[in-house]
């Protein structure tokens, strides 16, 4: 007979499967290389929307910038945000960036994508990631104590959640998506809108 439960089993299986050990010591965590892993190409994205949470309030967390700048969460509404939680070592989230970044533009004024990292190492890793993509509206927030992955508990990177102007929980995206598509306009659309 087992000691564990099957909720823990499947949640050990679930993290083996993902390949985004959050909780892993900064050593242990892969290091991401130049360019996005060639397994995950356009066209491959997987991510699962999930509509579980919808009315959910926005958490009551605050991130910081690598220079010490701090925001809060729920100092934000007013206009809708999507909050994209990633890392520098997660392949699918690298790939996800420039997308997101050209999302924020197109939409400047009427959505704040807020990209937030889980880098342990903070802006020791995220820092010279943005210098290096030059992003042209994505700014680097982080939570190196990975309350936002555990408030989410999706067990995966990226997760990407959509927030209203009220605050509340739209839907959320489990796992990598592609942020040029015309899916992504439909998923946008009514929250947009209003």
Not at 134 to 139: C, N, Y
Not at 154 to 178: C, F, N, S
Request: aromatic share 8%.
């Amino acid at each position: 007979m087992s000691v564990y439960s099957p909720k823990v089993l499947l949640l050990v299986a679930a993290l083996a499967v993902a390949g985004c050990d959050r909780q892993a010591p900064s050593d242990s965590q892969p290091q991401s290389s130049a360019a996005p892993t060639e397994s995950v190409a356009k066209g491959e994205f997987n991510g699962t929307l999930d509509i579980a949470n919808r009315g959910k309030d926005m958490p009551d967390f605050t991130v910081t910038d690598p220079s010490g700048k701090t925001l809060k969460l729920r100092d934000l509404k007013g206009k809708p945000v999507l909050v994209n939680l990633w890392a520098t070592w997660c392949g699918p989230c690298v790939l996800e960036m420039p997308m997101l970044d050209k999302l924020a533009a197109d939409n400047a004024g009427k959505l704040r994508v807020l990209t937030v990292s889980q880098d342990i190492e903070g802006g020791a890793k995220v820092a010279p990631f943005y210098a290096e993509k030059k992003f042209a509206k994505l700014e680097p927030w982080l939570d190196t104590d990975n309350n936002l992955g555990f408030f989410y508990e999706t067990g995966m990177l990226p997760t990407t959640v959509l927030y209203d102007r009220d605050g509340k929980e739209v839907w959320r995206m489990i796992g990598a998506h592609d942020w040029s598509g015309p899916r992504t306009a439909a998923m946008l659309a009514e929250t947009l809108e209003k």
